[in-house]
């Protein structure tokens, strides 16, 4: 499970809450159906409207890749990969990898290492790859803009809600105490609004587009390495080539990994 997600939601709630507590405001007066109703409802309204239904299909998708640890291959592990395909290709051939094909799990890695096993041309394999990772930009990108939309019409439902709860609020000021009360229910839906639009909206939004980042990262490095592999480049151009996906720190740790590995043979 993605612990940064649910640390989140939980300082979010516990922020509302005790902040409510510490200003006095009772916490049972968030206990509003109608403001619900007008934010959940009215949000979901809105997303309908704004995107097709094949697209809203994937939100529990969406909700549940935000709970769950993206499985990436280590940037790292790639590389030594790499370096060792290098190797093989420029001792036995290109053809000598189709026995490593099988036991690649990542599915952009495999099916590109089929292409240049294959003997496809460079830049047809380039096209290829790059097309693919553009196509899957574009699925992650339509995914993160439903929860964007959604941080953008909740608050703005809050404030309808509260300006419903006002007129019937107003609509009777004969009782000045059952007047007050229902003033300040009428700013659950706005609490609410804001509340769902700026801590779960736009947050989940914002994670996915790191998610979609981070994937794309490492499949523009595999694409870099498997045009360096076809190219039979050395196992050290590929080391220099890839490096650069790398952080200074992961460099570094590389580095002493590389040492090491030397030291040991000698």
Do not use: C
């Not at 409510?20 to 968030?30: F, H, R, S």
């Not at 769950?68 to 290098?86: D, H, N, S």
């Not at 292409?115 to 899957?136: F, H, K, P, S, Y």
């Amino acid at each position: 499970m993605e612990k940064s997600t649910v640390i989140g939601i939980a300082l979010g709630l516990i922020a509302v809450l005790v902040g409510m507590t510490l200003k006095g405001a009772p916490i049972n007066n968030l206990i509003n159906p109608a403001a619900f109703l007008i934010i959940i409802v009215g949000t979901a309204a809105s997303l309908f409207i704004g995107f097709p239904l094949n697209e809203l299909k994937k939100f529990p998708k969406l909700i549940k890749m935000i709970f769950t640890v993206q499985k990436l291959l280590p940037r790292e592990e790639v590389i030594a990969l790499f370096m060792e395909w290098a190797t093989i290709t420029r001792r036995e051939g290109l053809l000598a990898l189709e026995s490593k094909v099988d036991d690649i799990e990542d599915m952009f890695l495999r099916n590109g290492m089929r292409m240049i096993i294959d003997g496809n041309d460079q830049d047809l394999v380039r096209d290829v790859l790059l097309e693919d990772i553009a196509a899957t930009e574009e699925r992650h990108r339509a995914g993160a803009l439903i929860f964007s939309q959604a941080g953008m019409y909740a608050p703005t439902l809050g404030v309808l809600g509260a300006v419903i709860g006002l007129i019937a609020a107003l609509a009777d000021m004969s009782d000045m105490e059952k007047l007050a009360h229902a003033i300040a229910a009428a700013f659950v839906a706005t609490l609410l609004g804001i509340f769902t639009g700026y801590v779960l909206w736009h947050p989940i939004a914002n994670k996915l587009k790191r998610l979609s980042k981070r994937e794309v990262e490492l499949r523009l490095m595999m694409v870099e390495g498997l045009l360096s592999i076809q190219s039979g480049v050395s196992t050290i151009a590929i080391n220099q080539k890839l490096s650069v996906f790398l952080t200074p720190t992961e460099r570094i740790k590389l580095s002493q990994k590389g040492a090491e590995a030397v030291e040991q043979k000698a």
